[in-house]
């Protein structure tokens, strides 16, 4: 079993940063892909960043420039650098990772509660 746990959210005004934290525990340990969504009032859960195991990252166009992802294998723990933040980027942060289960079988641990991101204009 696996549990995420998100961290590092909170009320920032525009222009300032958080940096948040996904922390994984429990029995696996090794995951491939590390990603973080965003779900804002009203909309889609959208995809922020993810994380692939031995460097490659995707970040979405719209942060790209302000938002920075990274992952500490030894930790289990996905990072998520917000710079720059604007009203826009307000909503709850999820993260969810996929790993490889009995040497062939990928699974995808399930959602963390999320931690919340509100930007102040």
């Known amino acids: 079993q696996v549990r995420l746990a998100e961290s590092g959210g909170g009320l920032v005004q525009a222009g300032g940063s958080l940096r948040l934290s996904c922390a994984a525990s429990g029995s696996v340990t090794r995951f491939n892909v590390m990603t973080w969504w965003r779900q804002a009032p009203g909309k889609q859960r959208e995809l922020v960043a993810n994380?692939?195991?031995?460097?490659?990252?995707v970040i979405a166009d719209s942060v790209k420039d302000r938002f920075t992802a990274s992952r500490d294998d030894a930790k289990n723990t996905l990072y998520l650098q917000m710079d720059s933040l604007v009203p826009e980027g307000s909503g709850r942060y999820y993260c969810?990772?996929?790993?490889?289960?009995?040497?062939?079988?990928?699974?995808?641990?399930?959602w963390g509660q999320g931690t919340q991101v509100t930007v102040s204009a």
């Open positions: 994380s692939h195991h031995g460097g490659h990252m």
């Open positions: 969810v990772f996929d790993y490889v289960e009995n040497g062939n079988t990928i699974r995808t641990t399930p």
